[in-house]
């Protein structure tokens, strides 16, 4: 299975240089594509020649190796006809237009809710059904015909999963759009920090995103009144520190397996020792 992860990590260390190489979301969207096909279709070789040594095998990779892949096919197949269809007009009707999609975007996880939600809580029991070839139930309701055309690499919900993170994946970038053009390009500074701030986070980014996202949850600045965008450009400035795609980042740290709250109980941890040690 190893040959798997490293064609995943190549694949993600590829579209890591071109999203930096490359400004114009367009042409990102096409070589994208490209890159990603190739690599799809090097891994499908690959399976079709070599059985796999078990099922369970069998099961990881169509769980977890081929929708890391075939999702990035989706995400830029879907950007490109999104982003250039995206209207040419004022800010407002770009923001209508994107939000549109959004909505749309949404429609597909509440229409394959029951299967989203055995997904995300790590569920293994149907995995057998959903997970291994030749295993197709019509009453399990897969996505698409995919595990009837090619049958050697294709199960019935592998396709289904690669959506979900595709979707995830454009509505964070939908949801980034917005942000930009609601600002109307303006610079963004807040009033309370025109003195530059002397604190630096010398944490990395993750910690401080899944920071920024319990005390969102929590809902304890403004009476849970502020959004994630008002928290984070708040930590920037207070931290000097610039964050990035930070709605990116908390996709990765929902997407986690183990310890999805890594930092908060590394914060509890500290405080419970910090305690003790003040009672000695």
């Known amino acids: 299975m190893k040959k798997y992860e490293e064609k995943v990590k190549e694949l993600e260390n590829k579209l890591e240089i071109l999203e930096s190489e490359i400004e114009d979301i367009l042409q990102v969207a096409e070589k994208g594509i490209k890159i990603t096909k190739k690599i799809l279709i090097e891994i499908r070789n690959t399976v079709v020649k070599k059985e796999f040594k078990s099922k369970l095998n069998e099961i990881k990779f169509f769980k977890v190796y081929k929708p890391q892949v075939y999702s990035k096919v989706i995400y830029y197949v879907t950007l490109f006809n999104i982003e250039s269809k995206r209207p040419r007009s004022s800010n407002k009707s770009k923001v209508k237009y994107l939000n549109n999609h959004i909505d749309k ?25 959903y997970f291994l070839r030749g295993k197709a139930n019509l009453r399990l309701y897969p996505d698409t ?74 809902g304890k600045i403004n009476s849970g009144t502020a959004d994630i965008k008002e928290l984070a450009m708040a930590c920037e400035e207070m931290f000097n520190i610039n964050l990035g795609d930070y709605y990116r980042t908390f996709l990765e740290i929902r997407s986690r397996k183990i310890n999805q709250t890594k930092f908060i109980d590394k914060l509890k941890e500290s405080l419970i020792t910090k305690m003790l040690e003040s009672d000695e």
């Open 105 to 129: 975007l949404q429609v597909y996880f509440n229409e394959n809710l029951e299967f989203y939600q055995y997904y995300r809580r790590g569920a293994t029991f149907l995995d057998e059904q």
């Open 145 to 218: 015909f995919h595990f009837l055309t090619d049958e050697q690499f294709s199960t019935s919900h592998d396709s289904i999963i690669a959506t979900i993170l595709a979707f995830d994946m454009l509505i964070i970038h939908l949801k980034k759009e917005v942000d930009k053009l609601e600002d109307n390009g303006m610079e963004t500074n807040l009033d309370v920090f025109q003195v530059q701030s002397k604190l630096f986070w010398t944490g990395n980014k993750t910690e401080l995103v899944e920071l920024i996202y319990a005390l969102h949850s929590a």
